[in-house]
C-alpha cells in the first residue's frame, strides 16, 4: 500500500492505522484464500456486494460464499490493494476506496481485470470492520 492517499475530513492517525489494518487484514486473507480470515474483516450486520454484482449480507454468509469461490475460480487469483481515498463520514466510520491491482505469487502486475472497492469501515465492539462495501471489476483499469 501507498503512502499517497487522499485523507478527505479529520481523520485521527490511529484510526487511518487501524483502517489501513483492515485493508491489508483483507488483503493477506483474500492472497492466501482464507476465507475465515477474510470474513473476519466483515462485521457480523454487514452488507457487501461483490464484483459480480450479487449482495451477501453477514459476516457468516460472505465467509461462506467465499470458501467455494477460494478453492474454485479464485484459487489462482492474486492482488495488491491499495487505499487511494479515505473520507470520514462520520465519528468512527470511514469510507475508503481502494485500487486493486492482479499480481502474481511474487507480487509482479499481471494482465487480468482490476478491480475497485468501496469499503466502508466502522468501530465494533469487536474491533474496526467493514460495515457495507462494492466491488467493481475493471478491464482495461480505469484512472
Known amino acids: 500500500m501507498t503512502n499517497d492517499v487522499q485523507v478527505v475530513g479529520d481523520i485521527p492517525a490511529e484510526t487511518r492505522e487501524a483502517v489501513t489494518g483492515v485493508v491489508r487484514a483483507l488483503e493477506r486473507a483474500f492472497n492466501a484464500k482464507d476465507p475465515d480470515a477474510l470474513g473476519g474483516q466483515y462485521a457480523r450486520d454487514s452488507s457487501w456486494t461483490n464484483a459480480m454484482g450479487r449482495t ?30 479515505m473520507l470520514a463520514v462520520a465519528p468512527e ?7 486493486q491491482t492482479p499480481v502474481d505469487a ?4 499481471v494482465r487480468a481485470p482490476h478491480g475497485r472497492a468501496l469499503y466502508v469501515i466502522a468501530r465494533r465492539e469487536d474491533g474496526w470492520k ?14
Open 56 to 85: 451477501l449480507g453477514g459476516r457468516e454468509e460472505i465467509t461462506e460464499f467465499s470458501r467455494p469461490a477460494m478453492k474454485g475460480f479464485l484459487k489462482d487469483s492474486r492482488a495488491r490493494y491499495e487505499i487511494v481515498r
Open 93 to 99: 466510520v470511514i469510507a475508503v476506496n481502494v485500487a
Open 106 to 109: 511474487s507480487g509482479e502486475p
Open 130 to 143: 467493514i460495515v457495507a462495501g462494492q466491488n467493481s471489476a475493471i478491464d482495461p483499469p480505469t484512472d
